[in-house]
């Protein structure tokens, strides 16, 4: 079999069964909890560790939105050419 056509294969492979993917990890982020332990063991640092994800997040898409709100006219698609 060529390397094109095993890749095209195990890529429709994975492509058909990617949603059940995550349900193997389940059993890896439930064995996790059993020693769960905040970091440092300080609740307070979980929160601000958690909040700080959350606004570079958030920083991420306002950037996306700013950015998608002021493309100039007729640059988006394929169809154009330089």
């Known amino acids: 079999m060529r390397i094109i056509d095993k890749l095209r294969k195990d890529g429709d492979f994975l492509f058909r069964w990617r949603s059940y993917f995550p349900l193997l990890t389940l059993p890896l982020i439930m064995a ?4 769960f ?10 929160l601000l560790w958690g909040l700080g994800c959350f606004a570079v997040s958030f920083v991420g898409i306002a950037i996306r ?6 493309v100039p006219e007729g640059t988006s698609g394929r169809n154009t050419k330089a």
């Open 32 to 35: 996790s909890y059993i020693n």
């Open 37 to 46: 332990s905040y970091p440092a063991n300080s609740y307070f640092l979980n």
């Open 65 to 70: 939105i700013i950015v998608s709100g002021t």
